[in-house]
């Protein structure tokens, strides 16, 4: 049976004036499970044309109503997060538990949006000058947009909506058009924790609804996240249009062995972050830089683990899942054809795997090469799926400069025993989060999550402080209540306190 999946407006689900509609897959069976409508322009601007409404009156209740809002919306979220986590694995593929884990940050996001009321607090600077106060405010944008990709259909949403909420802002979601039902999951519970209609709206589609809202003058700013290209067209449509943004793209995450690493660590940690949601995470990491002498040893334990993964249905309990469709993993696929014939040693196939699912789901396993080389499209490509390429190092000096020489700078990972070089490392390193002896760096909710590069057009970084300031435009007042008893009459002259 096929889904009919609709937009969200005015606090319920909501068809839309289109014709145009996409195929939403259960990646596990390959089959057509849902067909998602696509926005029209009007229906996009129906929809800010509402959130204008609503943002105004939500800007305007107090600071401790819109906070019991957000704690309501965090106890709903986690009330139903086993039905958003199986949302994500029907249609994205990703295993029951990591699509649990993926609620889980989101809703971590929705705890640090509830101290909004100590976050928003200003700065006063009492009598600094005769009668002289001054003090700074932050306030909301008006309607904000967040654009999301397949391959958190809950997290990245939640890396924004609840913060750009919580500081009085209305919020126009456009999730990914591959995995569009969790969204209206959030949504619901949006309702449930009595936001009122028109706050929080989802409009799915393409790039017409998107261009809708990069050129729609009511859109104060623009989070997106998605691949490297998108995230530049957005970055620069958005701005020409006036609007703050800030645009999330593309990886290619390295991790440094070290000879002094703990091999084993480093093995299950290149394994689980290599092959984790199917190598579909931004934070994944696809290459692994082995400094000498270690390459073999590390080569041959890294095979050995992924001998023992299962791929199968994301609802039957194995390791990895399918890709999200299946023209994503003929894509992934053709990149180890390229390798071999580049040169790169093919360790693992991930073709031959024998899935735990339908013959007809997305599967490709594990893959793994060795000898690979910059030049190389498996090594130069963001592939976004399960193929991990080994890098050999002759030196640190020599990983350092590979890996600042990539044009991603999203996250990385060094593995050491030694101090003094994690520490080198951290500094001499141009990517915007690292792990040490940690292989996927996801900052957590209070601090906040971004790249360097090509990995992040704009200023601030998603959640944390930087999304505070983000969602708001700051104010510095400055005001005079003299003593009438105090007047000093005309001066023509600047202030000059002596
Ligand atoms: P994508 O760029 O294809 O799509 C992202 C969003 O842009 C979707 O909502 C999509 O509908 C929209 N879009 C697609 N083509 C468009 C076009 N021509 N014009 C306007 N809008 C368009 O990305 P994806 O495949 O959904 O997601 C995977 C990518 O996202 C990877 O590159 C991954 O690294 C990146 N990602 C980055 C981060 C990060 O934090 N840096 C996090 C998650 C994913």
Aim: glycine share 12%.
């Amino acid at each position: 049976m096929t889904t009919a999946i609709p937009h969200w407006r005015g606090g319920r689900r909501w068809t839309g004036s289109g014709d145009r509609a996409g195929d939403v897959y259960d990646p596990a069976t390959g089959e057509v499970t849902g067909r998602v409508g696509f926005a029209t322009r009007d229906d996009v601007d129906a929809v800010v044309a509402d959130a204008v409404e609503a943002g105004r009156a939500w800007a305007a209740q107090s600071l401790t109503r819109r906070t019991a809002v957000m704690f309501a919306f965090r106890e709903a979220l986690a009330r139903r997060r086993k039905e958003v986590a199986a949302a994500i694995t029907a249609e994205h593929g990703k295993v029951l538990d990591d699509a649990l884990g993926e609620v889980q940050r989101g809703l971590e996001v929705a705890e640090f949006a509830c101290g909004a009321p100590h976050l928003l607090k200003g700065g006063f600077s009492d009598g600094v000058s005769g009668g002289v106060d001054v003090f700074s405010i932050r306030q909301a944008l008006g309607v904000v947009a967040v654009i999301a990709p397949f391959n958190f259909p809950a997290m990245v949403p939640l890396w924004f909506v609840p913060i750009a909420i919580a500081c009085g802002n209305a919020v126009v979601l456009k999730p990914s058009e591959k995995d569009p039902s969790a969204s209206l999951l959030i949504a619901e519970c949006w309702a449930e924790a009595g936001l009122p209609a028109g706050v929080f709206n989802v409009v799915h589609g393409d790039k017409v609804a998107v261009d809708g809202l990069l050129e729609h003058p009511d859109i104060a700013a623009v989070s997106f996240v998605g691949s490297t290209p998108i995230a530049r067209y957005v970055y620069e449509t958005g701005t020409r249009h006036g609007k703050r943004v800030q645009a999330l793209g593309g990886a290619k995450n390295h991790m440094v062995v070290l000879p002094d690493a703990d091999l084993d660590t480093a093995a299950d940690a290149a394994v689980s972050a290599g092959f984790g949601s199917a190598g579909e995470r931004c934070m994944a990491i696809s290459v692994v830089v082995a400094v000498d002498p270690v390459g073999d040893d590390l080569v041959q334990a890294i095979a050995s683990r992924i001998g023992g993964l299962t791929t199968g249905d994301g609802r039957s309990g194995c390791d990895m899942g399918p890709l999200v469709t299946r023209e994503h993993r003929d894509k992934v696929a053709g990149y180890l054809d390229a390798g071999v014939a580049d040169g790169a040693e093919l360790v693992v196939d991930g073709r031959t795997v024998e899935p735990k699912g339908e013959a007809e789901g997305f599967w490709l396993g594990p893959t793994l090469f060795d000898r690979v080389r910059p030049g190389m499209s498996v090594y130069d490509d963001e592939i976004f799926g399960p193929v991990l390429s080994v890098v050999r190092a002759a030196s640190y000096d020599e990983a350092l400069t590979l890996v600042n020489s990539s044009p991603y700078g999203n996250g990385t990972a060094i593995f050491t025993a030694d101090g003094g070089a994690a520490r080198r490392y951290q500094r001499d390193v141009q990517v915007g989060m690292i792990g040490i002896n940690v292989p996927i760096p996801v900052p957590m909710a209070y601090y906040s999550f971004g790249g360097w590069k090509a990995s992040l057009f704009g200023d601030t970084h998603a959640h944390g402080m930087d999304g505070i300031h983000f969602f708001t435009r700051a104010k510095v007042i400055t005001s005079r209540w003299p003593d009438p008893a105090q007047r000093t009459g005309v001066d023509l002259g600047f202030p000059r306190h002596d």
